[in-house]
């Protein structure tokens, strides 16, 4: 069964590096997503992604975030200057149509920052 | 804005016993909603959606939701449970916008546990 696949399945950074989260959406998906998850707490939207462009972002995600889908088969999540308060589980989900909500999540990546 | 409340943050059921986890929204328009479920470690599995039609939607793994416009509520019920079912279960509402693909809204998930 195709599933989503997400590299690293846990990263420690320090405060203000860089990180870049991977994620291989099942093939034949057209539409992307990032969600992140903070311990204990709920699952919050962050951005869709769609012929090349967001579709729609929250207010997390704000000038430190940015997404890219370089190579037509990666979808990546950078974090340019990391905070404290970005350390959560990021999730990358894939759908084949829009609004129909059955979105496919990979099993997340940890981001701990020190 | 949309919103997604789950009331309970546990709710434990012996095995083979009913199970209902409860979920109500808030959405401007026509709601989409979902179940989801996690299993420890491991990403959110789809589990089932009311988009049109009957109120009564069947899902993966014996799952079933109820949608009560009414209501404002979408519960997610079992006949009978199983220790397998034991996980985190998230309801979700997105609204159509006739655009781009927004976002789902999750409630804060419950956890079920179903006891031996």
């Known amino acids: 069964e195709p599933e989503v696949t997400q590299t690293p399945s846990h990263q420690v950074t320090q405060m203000g590096q860089e990180v870049i989260l991977r994620c291989v959406p099942i093939?034949?998906?057209?539409?992307f997503y990032w969600y992140r998850q903070i311990l204990g707490q709920k699952v919050e939207f962050l951005v869709s992604?769609?012929?090349?462009?967001?579709?729609?972002k929250s207010e997390i995600f704000d000038d430190q975030f940015s997404v890219e889908r370089p190579d037509g088969s990666n979808f990546t999540l950078k974090i340019r200057s990391t905070k404290l308060e970005d350390s959560a589980m990021y999730f990358c989900?894939?759908?084949?149509?829009?609004?129909?909500?059955?979105?496919?999540f990979g099993e997340g990546s940890r981001l701990t920052v020190l | 804005a949309q919103s997604v409340a789950q009331p309970e943050d546990q709710v434990n059921v012996a095995e083979g016993n009913p199970l209902t986890v409860k979920c109500t929204y808030s959405?401007?328009?026509?709601?989409?909603l979902f179940w989801y479920v996690q299993y420890p470690n491991r990403g959110l599995q789809f589990l089932l959606k009311?988009?049109?039609?009957?109120?009564l939607v069947k899902g993966s793994y014996g799952f079933e939701a109820e949608f009560n416009k009414s209501q404002t509520s979408f519960h997610l019920k079992k006949p009978s449970a199983l220790v397998s079912d034991s996980a985190l279960y998230f309801c979700?509402?997105?609204?159509?916008?006739?655009?781009?693909?927004?976002?789902?809204?999750f409630g804060k998930g419950t956890h079920l546990i179903i006891q031996p």
């Open positions: 979700a509402v997105s609204a159509y916008s006739g655009g781009g693909a927004d976002g789902l809204t």
């Open positions: 093939s034949n998906h057209l539409y």
């Open positions: 009311y988009i049109t039609g009957d109120n």
């Open positions: 959405v401007s328009g026509n709601p989409y």
């Open positions: 989900a894939s759908s084949r149509t829009i609004n129909t909500g059955e979105l496919f």
């Open positions: 992604f769609y012929n090349n462009e967001i579709s729609e």
